[in-house]
């Protein structure tokens, strides 16, 4: 069973920084997409970021010059840097992954919250 790890997340305060981990029990060269989705408060679960294994990455308009996703295959882990980060960023912020075949892994998530 694949297992994703989520770290990195925590109370920052309006224009700071983050950056969230992803650390997963096998390899991601095995992994033909990765990538972080998120859930405020009441909305639908919604995509962030994706990198693909040749690594271009893919973002949601609202996090694009501010959020950068890329890969250390050697670590086996996935990152998420959150800079100018906004109130409307506080989300829990999921880690997923896909194979090759078609299978979906999520991790448990992580809670971010942005406030003064």
């Known amino acids: 069973q694949v297992q994703l790890v989520e770290s990195g997340g925590g109370l920052v305060q309006p224009g700071g920084s983050l950056r969230l981990s992803c650390a997963t029990s096998i390899s991601i060269l095995r992994m033909n997409n990765m990538g972080w989705y998120r859930q405020a408060p009441g909305k639908q679960r919604e995509l962030v970021a994706t990198?693909?294994?040749?690594?271009?990455?893919n973002y949601a308009d609202s996090v694009k010059g501010r959020f950068t996703i890329s890969r250390d295959n050697a670590e086996n882990t996935v990152y998420l840097q959150m800079n100018s980060l906004k109130p409307e960023d506080t989300a829990v912020y999921y880690c997923n992954a896909r194979s090759y075949a078609a299978n979906t892994y999520w991790g448990k998530g992580i809670l971010v919250t942005v406030s003064s």
């Open positions: 990198i693909t294994g040749g690594g271009g990455p």
